[in-house]
């Protein structure tokens, strides 16, 4: 009896065990399945391309290989790569500085090497800066919405090596909030261009910065650049960043989740209003207020729109910069509960119109920025007249079916 009992949990043991190794085996699988970016595919299999020539680098805190290493570090260190000059977004090579601020110039203790500033005393490289340099590359996080300076300077930057008859090449990263869904309206060009929107697409675009780049160079430039983009592997279009298993570095101080990524593409237009994005507290762009807003009235009011894969939750905070500094501020925290069904473009114009008619007195389009940011002055003047929300929206409809069929040429992920 007592050999009977031992055999029965030895063999209880077993299955368990073998219950446990398929759960490796897929957890391997998804290793393999992982998304691996431009910067990795470049090293191991593009490095011919470089050879016996002089590399410029545009990168940024999140220009890293899938083990958290820098391209920085990675291309100093790599003998098959001649570095002689880095370059800085907006916030700067290192990413410290806040939205807006100039970078100065200055030299790498760490590297020996120039690190130019492309949003400081100027936005487009100058000539000086690129004299040294046979090829330019660049590894940047986009979040996938117009309204964001690093798509700017890298066109402003491809124009400037077409110019010099300098090559460009881009290390490709994904859209972190995915590749299938366009929203807002396609920017009014030249009319409304700009450092934060400089060519005629909509918000939310649904390219990699890759594929924009080659959209670029193919529609907009009068002179093509030598252009290569390093296309990275196993990324789908569906993809939103947490599907990448790579790791997340936020692109800018403001940007501090993938949550806060995916709300940008229509919470960004909280800035063109004398309503609070959030800044200089730890949820920018996810939650707003005012002063002079009760937040659980707003709140009330804005779920009992029933906006898509949405619910807002009353909420209080006091920036510690920005609009409203040290003011208590009443208003309401974006919660997504369906980003799939969830569409920020459309949803933050019902919040702007749901605030304008609650607080006609107090509420303001800040309208030269407003309209700079939305690459068009029409949605304003529509929201203005009481147009509805839901009209305006399906009045970006043609343009978006035109931008859909003219990317398509330009997509490198299918």
Known sequence: MKNIKIILILSVMIF?????????????????????????????????????????????????????????????????????????????????GQAGEHVSFYISDKYDLPVYSLYGQTMRPKPDMLKNIDVMVLDLQDIGTRIYTYITTMAYSMQVCADMGIEFIVLDRPNPVSGNVMEGPVLNYPEFSSSVG?????????????????????EFFKKKVRLTVIQMKNWERNMYFDNTQL???????????????????????????????????????????????????????????????????????????????SEKCSGVQLHI?????????????????????????????????????????????????????????????????DFFIKRKKYLLYQ
């Open 247 to 325: 790791p997340w570095i936020f692109p800018s101080p403001n940007i501090p989740s993938l949550d806060t990524t995916i709300v940008y593409p229509g919470q960004v237009f909280i800035e063109g209003t004398n309503i609070s994005e959030g800044r200089g507290t730890t949820r920018p762009f996810e939650i707003i207020g005012a002063p002079w807003i009760d937040g659980y009235d707003l709140a009330v009011e804005l779920n009992n729109l029933k906006l898509p894969g949405l619910i807002f939750r009353e909420t209080s905070f006091k920036p510690t910069f920005s609009k409203y500094k």
């Open 16 to 96: 368990l065990f073998l219950l446990y190794i398929p759960a490796e085996k897929n957890d391997s699988v998804s290793k393999d399945n992982r998304v691996i970016p431009g910067v990795e595919v470049f090293l191991s299999e593009h490095l011919e391309s470089v050879k016996g020539k002089r590399v410029g680098l545009i990168t940024h805190p999140p220009g890293i290989n899938s083990k958290l290493q820098s391209t920085v570090e990675l291309f100093f260190n790599d003998p098959a790569i001649n570095l002689v000059a880095l370059y800085g977004p907006e916030h700067g090579m290192k990413g410290n």
């Open 337 to 401: 509960i369906n980003r799939e069904k969830y569409r920020p473009f459309d949803s933050t114009l019902h919040i702007i119109s749901k605030i304008e008619s609650m607080y006609p007195e107090k509420f303001k389009f800040h309208s030269k920025f407003f309209d700079k940011i939305m690459g068009t002055s029409t949605v304003r003047k529509q929201l203005i007249k009481k147009i509805s929300v839901d009209r305006i929206i399906s009045s970006f409809n043609k343009d978006l079916k």
């Open 198 to 218: 400089v060519y005629p697409i909509p918000v939310r675009h649904g390219m990699t910065i890759g594929e924009l780049a080659i959209l670029f160079n193919e």
